[in-house]
C-alpha cells in the first residue's frame, strides 16, 4: 500500500481539491450543498478553520482554509466532514454506484473519492493565484461564461469585498486580483 505524505504546517493556509466517488454530479445538488453546509458548520465547533475561498461543481471542490494557529490537522477535519455528508445525505441523494470490494471491506460510501489533494500556500502571490483559479473554474469547465454567473462560489463574497470587480473573468479575461489579500502564511 502506498505511503501518503502530507505536508502538515500549523496555523498553514492550504488549497484542497475534493472529488466525488467515480465523478458523479451531486455536489450542487439542494441536498447535497445543504448537508455539506451543516457539516462544515458542524466540524468547526470542535475544529475550527476559516474558509478564505470556496467553489462547487457537480463532481468536485476546490476550497482554501486557514488553520487555527498551532493546528495543522486538516485531515481529521476532511474525514469528518464527508463521513457527516455521507450519513446524513447518502441515502436521500440515491446514488446507484458499484461499490468495490476494497470500498466495502473499508466501510466506504459512493459519494466521495477515498483521498482528497491538498496544496500549501507559500505567500501572498500563491494565495492571490489560487483564488483565482478557484474561482475561474466553472468558466474552464464550460459550466458558465463568467464567474459571476456560478452560484455556488465565494467569488460573488470577493466582489461585495470589492477584492474583484464584478465582470472579473468576463469573456476570459482573467488578470490577477488587484486588490491586495491578507492572509496569514505560516513558516
Known amino acids: 500500500m502506498t505511503n501518503y505524505r502530507r ?5 498553514g493556509t492550504y488549497f484542497f481539491t475534493l472529488v466525488t466517488h467515480q465523478r458523479r454530479p451531486w455536489l450542487c445538488c439542494d441536498i447535497a450543498r445543504s448537508t455539506l453546509r451543516a457539516a462544515i458548520t458542524h466540524v468547526r465547533l470542535t475544529y475550527p478553520f476559516v ?14 482554509w486557514t488553520l487555527p ?15 457527516y455528508v455521507t450519513k446524513q445525505a447518502a441515502t436521500k441523494l440515491k446514488l446507484d454506484a458499484q461499490l468495490s470490494q476494497s470500498r466495502q471491506q473499508r466501510r466506504e460510501g459512493n459519494l466521495w473519492q477515498r483521498r482528497f489533494w491538498e496544496y500549501w500556500i507559500r505567500d501572498q502571490q500563491d494565495f492571490i493565484r489560487h483564488c ?10 464550460g459550466l458558465c461564461r463568467s464567474p459571476g454567473e456560478w452560484k455556488y462560489s465565494s ?21 490577477p486580483s488587484l486588490v491586495s489579500l491578507r492572509v496569514r502564511v505560516a513558516h
Not at 462547487?56 to 482554501?64: A, D, E, F, G, V
Not at 494557529?69 to 463521513?83: E, M, N, P, Q, V
Not at 483565482?132 to 469547465?141: C, E, G, L, W
Open 7 to 11: 505536508l502538515t504546517i500549523a496555523g
Open 69 to 83: 494557529t498551532g493546528d495543522s490537522d486538516y485531515a481529521t477535519r476532511w474525514r469528518l466532514i464527508k463521513a
Open 51 to 64: 474558509i478564505e475561498a470556496m467553489v462547487l461543481l457537480p463532481n468536485h471542490l476546490h476550497c482554501i
Open 155 to 175: 467569488f460573488h463574497r470577493f466582489v461585495v469585498q470589492g477584492i474583484y470587480p464584478p465582470d472579473w473573468g468576463k469573456d476570459g479575461r482573467v488578470h
Open 132 to 141: 483565482d483559479y478557484i474561482h475561474y473554474n466553472p468558466v474552464r469547465h
